[in-house]
């Protein structure tokens, strides 16, 4: 997928993000790379093996108090791994015998990757800690 068309994806992703938590962002960078810098991935203590779609650096609102003048929070969200594992998703649900029912593209996985990614990454922002942003995720049905 183009880099062009992976951001519009983005954009419509963040914009299934309820207003009223958008509109409580503060500071905060969403940008698109490739895939995790060596540096990321070091600070995530990250196996080579484990596929990360996206990053959360910054500090959370839950833990700032007298925050200003600082750099804004980046949430960054890596298209080479979400490609990667829309081929799998895509592989999984065709051989699926309900595929006929549901036939997935490419692009619908990649768009529903994103969109949970977005979330999940905003979610940190907010000061969801890995454990709980995975207990919303598993009840609102959004697990990536």
């Not at 503060?26 to 991935?41: A, H, K, M, R, S």
């Not at 484990?50 to 960054?76: A, M, S």
């Amino acid at each position: 997928m183009n880099g062009k068309k992976f951001e519009k994806l983005v954009n419509e992703a963040i914009k299934t993000i309820p207003k009223k938590i958008l509109g409580k962002l503060d500071n905060v960078d969403i940008v698109i790379e490739e895939e995790p810098t060596p540096y990321q991935l070091k600070k995530l203590r990250a196996r080579k093996s484990l596929i990360i779609f996206g990053l959360y650096e910054g500090v959370p609102k839950t833990k700032r108090w007298q925050y200003g003048q600082v750099l804004p929070d980046k949430i960054t969200i890596f298209k080479k791994p979400i490609e990667k594992m829309a081929r799998i998703e895509k592989e999984a649900k065709r051989t699926s015998s309900l595929f006929h029912l549901h036939p997935a593209t490419r692009e619908s996985v990649i768009k529903e990757i994103v969109k949970n990614t977005v979330w999940h990454e905003i979610a940190h922002h907010f000061g969801m800690d890995e454990k709980r942003v995975r207990e919303v995720e598993t009840i609102l049905g959004r697990c990536i």
